[in-house]
């Protein structure tokens, strides 16, 4: 069983920048897939950025590419999500996940574990 923690949320401006990270337990973290998600308020949750078990592939939501980047440490079980040029419409909760499967996936179901969340909030 793998536990995710989820840091780093706060209250920034618009044009700010911020980074999360999720601390993670229980397996053998070199071996997930990770990714973030995110849920606006009143929204569905949906698919931000992923990254592999090696961090030499990511992949990105439209809406974030070339703003955000993904990024993980291995010796430290942690990924990262480096938020820059940050807008009103990226205020979200944001919810790491892992996925032990072999097919690289953005569909939320097939993601196998999450965290908790944590909340950004960027004000115009």
């Known amino acids: 069983q793998v536990q995710l923690v989820e840091s780093g949320g706060g209250l920034v401006q618009a044009g700010g920048s911020l980074r999360l990270s999720c601390a993670a337990s229980?397996?053998?973290?070199?071996?997930?897939?990770m990714g973030w998600f995110r849920q606006p308020p009143g929204k569905e949750r949906a698919f931000v950025a992923r990254?592999?078990?090696?961090?030499?592939?990511?992949y990105y939501a439209d809406s974030v590419k070339g703003r955000f980047t993904i990024s993980r440490d291995n010796a430290k079980n942690t990924v990262y999500l480096q938020m820059n040029s940050l807008k009103p419409e990226d205020t979200a909760v944001y919810y790491c996940?892992?996925?032990?499967?072999?097919?690289?996936?953005?569909?939320?179901?097939?993601?196998?574990?999450w965290g908790q969340g944590t909340q950004v909030t960027v004000s115009s």
């Open positions: 229980g397996g053998t973290f070199s071996r997930y897939r």
């Open positions: 990254i592999s078990w090696s961090g030499g592939g990511t």
């Open positions: 996940a892992a996925d032990i499967s072999r097919v690289p996936t953005t569909i939320i179901h097939d993601w196998d574990y």
